[in-house]
Every structure is written in C-alpha cells, then in structure tokens.
C-alpha cells in the first residue's frame, strides 16, 4: 500500500501538521476495502459469481451414466480443465495487483491436496490419483481467486450459491417432467421410486443434498429479512420435493441438524430468534404427520435393513477389519478408490460403496491424509464457529453442521466433491466477515475520522492505492 504523505504549512497548526498523514491511512483502509471489489459492482460481482459457481458445481457432478461417481481418468482430466479455465478466467477479469486471502482451513486443505499430488506415485493407480488431486488444488484455488469479488459483501457469496443450486434444482425438475423413464429409479413415481438426476446425472443423495441446502440458504435468508416470502416459499418447495421424492433421509435430517445449530449460535441476533422460533412453529405443525413421516423415512425396509444402515456398516466394518501393511495404512489405496470388494462363499463378489468421508479418507489417503483432512474440517467449523458477524455466522455454521451430519453416511470430504464445496463457502464466507470486521475496528481507532477532516478541510486528495 502507498500512502501519500502531506504537510500543513500553516505555523499555528503545531500538532496537527501531521494530520493528513493520519488521514491517508485512513482513506488508505477504506480505498482498499473498496478497492478490493476492483471495477465490479454488485451486480455485476453477482454474475461473476453465480457463473463461476455453477461451473464449479459442475466439476463435482458426474458427467456421464456409465461414470456415476465420475471416477474416469478421463473425467478427471476434463474437470480439471474446467476448473483451470475458470482460475485463468478470473485471473484476467481480476483488477492488477488484485488482494488475495488464504484462510487457515482453507490452507490446511491445500496442504493435503499437495499430499495427495506428491505422494501419488506410491499409489497403485497413480495416475487416477494424481489426476483427482491436482483438480482438488484447482478446485481449492479458485475461492482464493474469488477473494477480491466476495471482499466486504459476504452475503453476496451466499446469493450466488443458492442462485447455482437453484439452478440445479431446475434441472432435476425437468427432467422428470420431460425425461420421466430416467428420472425416476426402482419403482412407482412419486411413491416408491427415488428421483435422480436425468439431464445432469445425479445420485438420490445428490438430488436431496441439492434440495436441502437450497431450503437452508433460502430459510436463513428469509430470517434475516433478505429475502421475500414468495421466493422462500417457492426455493422451500422445490427443495422439500426434492428431498421427499429422492428418500434421502441423511439430507433430512441434517438439514434439521443444521439449520438448529445456525440459530442456536445466533441467539444474539433477530434473525437467529426469528429461526428458532419457525423451527419449533414448523416442528409443532408436523407432529399431525409423524406416522407419514416415520413411514417415509423406513422406505419400506426390513429392520436388519435399518440396523446396518442399508449396508453400509458391511463396509465399514470390512475396512476396520482389513489387515494393512505399512504402505497402505499410511499412504492408502488412492485417491478415487471409492468402493470395495466384498467376496462372500465362492465367487460370490459385490461391489460397496463406503459411504463414509472419515473411513474413505482413510481407505483412500491412508493415516496421514486422514488426519490432514480431519484438520482441515475441524478448523473450518471453529472458523465458523467464531466468525464475528451473526449473520455471516448462521451461514457458516449451518453449511459446516451440514457437512459433519452428512459426513457420517456419504463419502466426500477427501477429494473435491459436493461436501467440499460447502466447507469452501462457510470458510470464505466467514473470512469475509472477519476481514470487514478488522477493517471497521481499524476505522473506529482511527484518532481522527474521516467525516471530521473532510469538514475541517484536512481530508488527502491521494488515498492509499495497492
């Protein structure tokens, strides 16, 4: 930063010559927190975002139905690509000299995605794994790009995230209103079949995962009076349906979860009251329908079905069970080495997803990736946790209480995936509003405000640049 220093000439201004100095430091902080937008206003930073966003939203999609969890080498390859055109992007809209910000948790994840990178080749498909690292670094890098667009309108962030998975909501909607054969899988729709993704290949958790944050977004937004009930009843809806249609019970309940955290850490503010409040109304209001809820959420299954949580602790108690040598415990199968083989009798082979992001990280990345990944998302929900503006706060707060329900039953949080995502907003969103709140505790110890010089006449006509 470059401050402009002057001086009074005036011989009765004794201690005050040294006034403008004071003054340039000041409209130095405030030209920097304006200057940090560079030459996008509001809208146009809204767009940038909202572009950029679902580009991103793509990269953790898979792109074709013979790929359902996008593990091609291929694939990889081509997200990669994607995510690389919209870092070069941004780097060209980006003013010169532009600010960037590497928050804590956010660099505890790129120290893991250098791990992953480095240490590929000792994995048996190296080149599936350095290839799903590299776009994790790429991934990772393009919030720090977004820093100068988000810098002092956090909120911003958030409209352009639930912009993006309203967007994808869209999508699901019509294809199952114009692709129904693909739209739906294993069994009647509307009833027992779960709705999936027929234009943009999705999973039934993804399609739920969609819906619920959509609802969380919106129903903060509308807490804190920035959003009209007509939207918000229009986004709850759609993002019910979603998650009703898809028996997603995981984005269920962690929506709950989550949207109770956020309001709970935000007492403080109306908002967070206002949040409590419609959570107890709503919890009140659904007690006529618990028998349809219960119904909904055992989908028909038998208990033993319920007790090993549709399979999924067959896996989990396989990977705990396993014999590792020295490589794999520390180093792990690869990145990308989403499923197992079980083998029960004789050539009896069935293929399980692991549907849990602490045991994949293990599976995938060994000891060493899995402590760094557990850093990494124990950092960013402290992060959230103490963010200092309530409303930043709620935001935060839910998408990370989000991610630790989620994190249980779906995999994710070591490779760049949808849960990744969501850590990556409530980090940025959060050092936003810690940016902003250093900025405005700087303005107020100012000795001299700017208000004030401009009335005396002492203001610079040559504030900071940088």
């Not at 919209?86 to 000299?97: A, S």
């Not at 959509?214 to 009076?225: A, D, E, H, K, S």
């Not at 899995?370 to 850093?375: A, D, G, K, W, Y």
């Not at 990556?424 to 001299?448: I, M, N, T, Y």
């Amino acid at each position: 930063m470059t401050i402009h220093k002057t001086t009074s000439k005036s011989p009765r201004s004794g201690c005050r010559a040294n006034i403008p100095a004071l003054t340039d430091a000041a409209a130095g902080r405030r030209t920097i927190g304006r200057g940090a937008h560079g030459r996008f206003d509001d809208r146009t930073a809204f767009i940038v975002l909202f572009v950029v966003w679902w580009l991103v939203l793509l990269t953790v999609q898979p792109w074709t139905r013979t790929d359902p969890a996008g593990a091609g080498d291929g694939s990889s390859a081509l997200k990669g690509a994607l995510l690389m055109l919209c870092i070069v992007c941004l780097l060209m809209m980006l003013p010169p000299r532009a600010a960037l910000r590497v928050p804590g948790p956010t660099a505890l994840y790129l120290l893991y995605g250098s791990y992953v990178v480095i240490f590929s080749v000792l994995q048996p498909n190296a080149v599936e794994s350095a290839f799903r690292g590299t776009r994790l670094l790429l991934g990772l890098l393009v919030p720090v790009m977004l820093w100068p667009v988000v810098r002092g309108r956090p909120r911003l962030m958030i409209y352009a995230c639930t912009a993006a998975y309203g967007g994808l909501a869209l999508t699901v909607l019509a294809g199952a209103a114009l692709s129904p054969e693909q739209a739906w899988q294993e069994g009647k729709p509307f009833q027992s079949a779960r709705l999936v993704g027929a234009f943009l290949p999705m999973m039934a958790p993804r399609v739920g995962e969609i819906g619920a944050i959509l609802v969380g977004l919106t129903v903060i937004l509308w807490t804190q009076r920035k959003l009209h009930l007509v939207l918000l009843l229009a986004a709850v809806s759609v993002g019910t349906g979603l998650i009703v249609f898809s028996h997603t019970r995981t984005a269920a309940l962690a929506l709950v979860l989550a949207l109770l955290a956020a309001f709970l850490t935000c007492l403080g503010s109306p908002g967070g009251r206002r949040g409590l409040v419609l959570i107890i109304s709503a919890s009140a209001a659904a007690l006529p329908f618990m028998p349809t809820v219960i119904a909904w959420a055992l989908r028909g299954q038998e208990t033993e079905q319920l007790q090993n949580l549709t399979g999924r602790t067959t896996a989990w108690d396989f990977i705990l069970s396993q014999p590792y040598d020295p490589l794999l415990f520390w180093f792990g199968h690869g990145l990308g080495d989403k499923r197992i083989v079980l083998r029960r009798g004789q050539g009896d082979i069935n293929v399980v997803p692991i549907d849990n992001s602490w045991l994949d990280a293990f599976w995938e990345t060994g000891a060493i990736g899995t402590i760094l990944v557990v850093l990494a998302v124990l950092a960013a929900l402290l992060y959230s946790l103490t963010t200092p503006g309530l409303a930043a706060r709620a935001f935060a707060v839910f998408l990370m209480s989000y991610v630790m329900v989620s994190s249980v039953s779906e995999s994710g949080l070591c490779d760049f995936s949808s849960l990744t995502l969501l850590v990556l907003v409530a980090v940025l969103v959060s050092a936003v509003d810690r940016a902003d709140a250093r900025e405005k505790k700087l303005h107020r110890q100012a000795p001299f405000g700017p208000a004030r010089l401009m009335s005396s006449g002492q203001a610079s006509s040559h504030p900071g640049t940088i």
